[in-house]
């Protein structure tokens, strides 16, 4: 019903920034949340961060708290991860996801996700 595209992954040194992007089409009416996620390879999928699509709530992860800023963009149906002072630790394949009803970081309680985009932090 909602479809998720991500968008803004790459390559980058230690210390430096990316701006992940996610656009929503489809049933887009139906959102109520959306919020990011990542893996590492033989790692569990972790929480990063969130926010409500009315834009009054968010939250975010301790790993990210201080250098991360999600944000959303109603009028484009996208959904921002602004990240600063990357770290190694960072890399990662990073998803968005949608929630019809939850706002939180439990990961089985979103109801839609993208393919990911690959981030890799390099020293």
């Known amino acids: 019903q909602v479809q998720l595209v991500e968008s803004g992954g790459g390559l980058v040194q230690v210390g430096g920034s990316l701006r992940l992007s996610c656009t929503a089409s489809?049933?887009?009416?139906?959102?109520?949340?959306m919020g990011w996620f990542r893996q590492a390879p033989e790692k569990e999928r972790q929480f990063v961060a969130a926010?409500?699509?009315?834009?009054?709530?968010?939250y975010y992860a301790s790993s990210g708290k201080g250098r991360f800023t999600i944000s959303r963009d109603n009028a484009k149906n996208t959904v921002n991860l602004q990240m600063d002072n990357l770290k190694p630790e960072d890399t990662a394949v990073y998803y968005c996801?949608?929630?019809?009803?939850?706002?939180?970081?439990?990961?089985?309680?979103?109801?839609?996700w993208g393919q990911g985009t690959q981030v890799t932090v390099s020293s």
């Open positions: 489809g049933r887009t009416f139906s959102v109520y949340a």
């Open positions: 926010v409500t699509w009315s834009g009054e709530s968010t």
């Open positions: 996801a949608v929630s019809s009803s939850y706002f939180g970081s439990v990961d089985y309680n979103y109801d839609y």
